[in-house]
């Protein structure tokens, strides 16, 4: 595994986490990274992304207006912060970093090279 994840925990319903992930053992400054997250008994599903320049990232339509993503390539970490926490978005979050550089933040959800090892995020309503 080469990102870690953390800032998941429990948390009430319109509550705020920010989920962070960096780089382990190597670096990834160049490459498109973003949020997936999976429920319990359901597929995983995309998040949001950024790409490699942190100037274009890539909602999900379920998370749009209170989900934000962001990096900071000099700490080699991508944030995602999320606000107006719902039940629904109950999940272990794992952040993705593409295969190969340069990848757009649209395209991260067909390219994922390598996983972090998730982070759990609880919303009690």
């Known amino acids: 595994v080469q990102l870690q994840a953390s800032g998941g925990g429990l948390v009430q319903a319109g509550g705020s986490l920010r989920l962070t992930c960096v780089d382990s053992g190597r670096t990834f400054t160049n490459y498109a990274k973003g949020w997936f997250r999976q429920a319990p008994g359901k597929e995983r599903e995309f998040v949001a992304a950024?790409?490699?320049?942190?100037?274009?990232?890539h909602i999900a339509d379920s998370v749009k207006g209170r989900f934000t993503i962001s990096r900071d390539n000099a700490q080699n970490t991508v944030y995602l912060q999320m606000n107006s926490l719902k039940s629904e978005d109950t999940a272990v979050y794992f952040c993705?970093?593409?295969?190969?550089?340069?990848?757009?933040?649209?395209?991260?959800?067909?390219?994922?090279?390598?996983w972090g090892q998730g982070t759990q995020v609880t919303v009690s309503s």
């Open positions: 950024v790409g490699w320049r942190g100037q274009s990232a």
């Open positions: 993705a970093v593409a295969t190969k550089p340069y990848i757009s933040a649209q395209s991260l959800m067909r390219f994922v090279g390598d």
